[in-house]
């Protein structure tokens, strides 16, 4: 019985193995040194025979979300999501519509697109916690969910879960099928990430570390349990907040690591001080026709959302992580095309 | 190709269900209720026809660790750590030897056991805060190694991390074998537990959910960046806490949890308020034999130490979470045994 099995393994193996040699996994990208640099960390360490070789239980890829595995232009969808939530929370409370930032909001709504420069940060920290707490955290999963199935973007009038971008689906894939485990780790709510990071991207729920506020648990009147999502937030999951949340939702120190931003900027530091091999990658959005061209580095145009700063591009060149070329390494944006 | 790597496939299959069903996969359970529970729930969760069937993504598995996973008795581990760590503090800060809680602590280490009754939880958190923070997460993750390595429980003089229960450890691969991912979720320090729980029972360090303080991001002189403990509390993962602390590190509710005490209650609670099969599990120490024997539920002594009280023993039968009983439903409770 332990022969068969073994041979059973053994030819699986052998199969498999040829089968991934002859078919690239990132058909997506050019072949430039972006995609080289992936495919050569994999290598290094996966190989067994690797002086870098990392053990499987050890191989943790972090990817932040917003500009570097979907469009993040001309606004976050979360950000959408929040200011789409007052007309409602105006309707549960009336006196609410002639009170800024909600009266600035309705405006913005009704077509007044640029109304938004009035929002503050402040001001988005306050619509935040207006729509995103005090209810139970099965009700905001339903009403996110249930947004995000209407929701469309203005420019590619999709589904927002439509304009990933191809080539980091297949690193995504690419990396899980050399045993890593992919995590996103994202500025953005956790709750909210979490409802669709499964069907998106393959990964579940508790690979998801983001933004997060606490929660109390309760019970309601029949004595059934539920946790109530509270304006309190516990994690701030960007910058130096990156390498905090990811050593209290994972615990490992990644071994590849990818960002767009300075938000990313010490996750991506984090990941490179490691020992043995690891790789930092930053997405370069320098495509205006295909999706979007921002930086201010290399003389981009500046922006508010995502912006990509030049002492950003020269620590990257400086410390030896990758640059990539929306325009120059993707040979696909998205899997619509 | 394909059709060889099919058949080989089957194969595997097929020779891989015949081999589970011919073996047991709890030998160190009694054939008694609590075995039978588990068996039934697993059935029930895994097999694709049944109508709870739970998608192998949904699969969450909790438990509890002192007194579930291993020996709380006569003092959990971590505590143990804690007041071990009281002399290397106190050589750094002589100034301490003379106040307390470093003076019991010394009292208690230089053999006056009966001192540890002076200790207050107030006096246990200043402690906890003077040994467990204030250094890198790689120095505590060190020490605690260090420690652990060394470190002997006074009745059985063996490593605190062989005194894990047979029977659980059973359980966990069973789960794994059958999709379950398997968190720990413990009201001692995540970083702590961190450190042993994949050896141990092979629990990788991010699907452990503990008590956790936060860390502060930063750089050492020659730029190199780490993260360092704050004395500041950031998840409290007992009772309420442990629903919260599901919530913000897994995102999912379990669908089988265990533990030993009302610290455990809340999860056990909020994994029971799930849809279709959920089950609740509680070790109630009643082998003075063979490990200790403590409630006071059932008459048996009272504790300080994870204490299990009848309120807890009434409302699991009341509610249909299962009662393990360590005497009756265990033919073997430890490895070396």
Do not use: C
């Amino acid at each position: 019985m332990k022969t068969i099995r073994f041979i059973a393994a053994a030819a699986l193996l052998v199969l498999g193995g040829t089968a991934q040699a002859q078919t690239d996994p990132l058909p997506s990208w050019n072949d430039g040194a972006a995609k080289k640099a992936i495919v050569a960390f994999v290598n290094a360490t996966t190989t067994p025979t690797s002086p870098t070789f990392v053990p499987p239980a050890e191989r943790i890829a972090t990817f932040d979300q917003d500009g570097t595995l979907w469009v993040e232009h001309p606004m976050y969808s979360q950000v959408m999501y929040i200011l789409e939530s007052v007309p409602a929370l105006v309707k549960a409370k009336p006196e609410l519509a002639k009170v800024a930032p909600y009266s600035t909001v309705l405006e913005i709504l009704k077509g007044d697109r640029a109304a938004i420069a009035k929002l503050t940060l402040p001001d988005l920290e306050k619509l935040a916690m207006a729509t995103l707490t005090g209810m139970s955290v099965d009700t905001f999963s339903a009403e996110a969910q249930r947004w995000l199935a209407a929701a469309k973007d203005p420019r590619w009038k999709k589904p927002y879960t439509e304009l990933t971008y191809l080539p980091m689906q297949e690193v995504l894939k690419y990396l899980r099928a050399n045993g890593y485990k992919t995590f996103i780790v994202t500025g953005g709510g956790q709750d909210f990430v979490r409802t669709y990071s499964e069907r998106v991207y393959g990964i579940p729920p508790e690979q998801v570390v983001g933004s997060a506020v606490g929660t109390t648990y309760g019970y309601d009147k029949a004595g059934k349990p539920f946790l109530t999502k509270e304006p309190k937030l516990l994690v701030n999951d960007n910058n130096g907040g990156k390498p905090e949340a990811i050593h209290l939702m994972i615990g490992r120190r990644p071994h590849i690591a990818f960002g767009n931003s300075p938000g990313d900027q010490q996750m991506l530091e984090y990941t490179k001080a490691g020992d043995g091999a690891r790789l930092s990658l930053l997405v370069l959005h320098d495509d205006a026709k295909r999706e979007y061209a921002y930086g201010p580095a290399q003389k981009l145009p500046d922006t508010k959302v995502g912006a990509f700063p030049q002492a950003l591009y020269d620590k990257a060149k400086k410390d030896g992580w990758i640059v990539i070329s929306m325009k120059d390494d993707w040979k696909r944006v998205f899997a619509f095309e």
